[in-house]
């Protein structure tokens, strides 16, 4: 029983490694933003949504490889560079760096919750994904029909609340259901777009205040 308990725990580290240096990736990628031309932002963002596609569909196979989420990882800094321009231009760097502080512990808070709650959150998955698909849906409508500033608050606060959930939901999967070592880039993926997800409705929110200071 020791012996399983340190395996898992040893999987679990690497999922928190492969994690880590996913966001360096994707770090990379918010710098290389800067010299990518803006007509090329479109199809990037079309590639970062086939590749999340396909991560859903090779999740079955089990065969998402650490080359994919590094690439997935880089491209999805690229195509958050735009965004992160537009808050620290409207509301100062600082708010960035805010967003990045405050993403930063509500994950690591929820992540704990996740790890250490003894019970299994699996009932948690129907409502998490009604709640990402209703997100989504208003984000494709918000594109014909732009969201007033109150509007984009109302709907940042709640992703940010739907993506802290979903934190604490994949920590305590991974707890709960254990890690094979052919599915840690799967999991560090998922890691990576809750945090992801995460900042940038954080820095929605805190750019919408200081924008209006």
Do not use: C
């Not at 760097?93 to 704990?112: N, Y």
């Not at 299994?120 to 994904?129: E, P």
Request: charge should be neutral.
């Amino acid at each position: 029983m020791e012996a399983i308990q340190s395996r898992q725990r040893s999987m679990f580290q690497k999922v928190l490694a492969v994690f880590a240096v996913s966001l360096l990736f994707a770090t990379a990628g918010l710098y290389t933003g800067r010299l990518v031309p803006p007509a090329l932002m479109m199809p990037l963002m079309v590639a970062e949504v086939v590749m999340i596609i396909a991560a859903f569909w090779l999740r079955r196979r089990k065969s998402v490889g650490y080359l994919f989420v590094y690439a997935f990882t880089f491209i999805s800094g690229i195509t958050t560079y735009p965004i992160v321009s537009y808050y620290a231009s409207a509301a100062g760097a600082e708010v960035v760096l805010l967003a990045f502080g405050s993403t930063f512990g509500i994950f690591a808070v929820m992540g704990t919750i996740g790890a250490v709650t003894k019970k299994d959150l699996s009932f948690l998955s129907t409502a998490l994904l009604v709640a990402l698909l209703a997100l989504i849906f208003i984000g494709i409508f918000s594109i014909f029909s732009p969201l007033t500033s109150t509007g984009l608050l109302a709907f940042s606060f709640i992703g940010a609340i739907v993506f802290s959930l979903y934190t604490m939901y994949d920590f305590n999967m991974m707890k709960h259901h254990g890690i094979s070592e052919e599915i840690i880039p799967l999991l560090a993926l998922s890691l990576y777009l809750d945090f992801l997800n995460l900042f940038t409705y954080i820095l929605q929110i805190l750019g919408i205040w200081g924008s209006d200071d």
